[in-house]
């Protein structure tokens, strides 16, 4: 869900980039339908997936939902995590935001015909509508975690769920930084060795 922080942490491999973005929607062994370039990025991004659930600052993070919603304590984590990756941006990244986001949704789109049918309308959305931008106000990541709510099958308590970003937004920003930190290590030293 942490869509952002999946394009960043891929680095300038416009391939790894796009596999990162698609990679939540991808399910199944590797590389499936997909080419080569485009799985290497969905592997990384379920590495970087996995690196997190043992971080010590994510798993820090996912205690820090209350238990009404700590059940989908993963998700509202990765949104809260893109949130402050926006909102910091100028701090986190050389590249103005509007020139980065533009740039992912281009790459994004010149490989759309290679991804699968049931990602395309959601990926096309994201670029229409600057999902990228909307994660920098709380109000935007309020507007994410009601749509996901609706298009949910079961009903849950996401829509609202900012509510816990704002009732510790400090203890999640030094969580998100102390993250963020070994990811980018871990994500460098991922593609290092799987080029190998």
């Known amino acids: 869900m942490n869509f952002l922080a999946h394009a960043l942490l891929a680095g300038d491999t416009p391939a790894l980039v796009v596999g990162g973005v698609v990679g939540d929607w991808i399910k199944g062994p590797l590389p499936g339908s997909l080419p080569a370039d485009l799985a290497r990025g969905v592997a990384l ?3 970087i997936d996995s690196h997190a659930e043992t971080h010590p600052a994510f798993r820090q993070s996912r205690a820090r939902v209350s238990a009404a919603r700590r059940r989908y304590a993963g998700v509202l984590v990765d949104i809260f995590y893109d ?3 926006a909102a910091d941006w100028t701090v986190l990244h050389h590249q103005p935001f509007a020139e980065y986001r533009r740039g992912v949704y281009r790459q994004v789109a010149a490989r759309a015909a290679e991804l699968p049918d049931h990602s ?3 990926l096309k959305m994201m670029a229409e509508q ?5 994660y920098v106000r709380v109000e935007g990541i309020a507007d994410v975690l009601a749509r996901m709510s609706r298009r949910a099958r079961r009903p849950n ?3 609202g769920g900012e ?3 704002l009732a ?5 920003c030094a969580d998100f930084h102390a993250w963020l930190v070994d990811a980018r290590v871990f994500a460098q030293e991922w ?5 190998g």
């Open 163 to 165: 509510v816990e970003f």
């Open 83 to 85: 949130h402050l990756l």
């Open 120 to 122: 395309r309308v959601a």
């Open 168 to 172: 510790d937004a400090e203890g999640f």
């Open 191 to 195: 593609q290092s060795e799987s080029r």
């Open 45 to 47: 991004h379920r590495a």
């Open 157 to 159: 308590p996401l829509a």
């Open 130 to 134: 600057d999902w990228f931008l909307s």
